[in-house]
C-alpha cells in the first residue's frame, strides 16, 4: 500500500472532495482507531465501522458501511496511515508504522 503518496487529490479522484473531508474530519476527530495490523492488513474502528486495509490496495480493502463503493471510513483510514508514516518512506512499512 502505497498510502504516503496517497494526497488528498489522489483520495478525491477515487471517491469525492466531500469524502474526503469527512475522513480528515473523522480523523482529526479521533474516530479513527487501529485495532489490530500484520504484514498484510490493518484493521481500523472508523466511527462505529470496521475497515479492513490490505496491502493490495484500497480497492481491494473493506468496510462493514453499506457503501457500494469507497467509502470515507476506508479513506479515513488511509488518511491515519499517511500521517503515521515515515516522512522519508515512499511506501508505509506497517512494522515500522505501528
Not at 12 to 37: F, I
Amino acid at each position: 500500500m502505497m498510502a504516503s503518496r496517497m494526497s488528498d487529490t489522489a483520495l478525491e479522484a477515487l471517491a469525492s472532495r466531500g469524502l474526503v473531508r469527512r475522513a480528515l474530519s473523522d480523523n482529526a476527530a479521533g474516530r479513527v482507531e487501529l485495532r489490530h495490523q500484520d504484514d498484510d492488513a490493518a484493521e481500523f474502528s472508523v466511527d462505529g465501522e470496521t475497515v479492513r486495509l490490505v496491502a493490495a490496495g484500497l480497492a481491494q480493502s473493506s468496510c462493514s458501511c453499506p457503501a457500494a463503493g469507497i467509502c470515507r471510513h476506508r479513506l479515513a483510514a488511509v488518511v491515519h496511515l499517511r500521517s503515521h508514516a515515515p516522512a522519508d518512506s515512499a511506501c508505509v512499512d506497517w512494522r515500522a508504522v505501528f
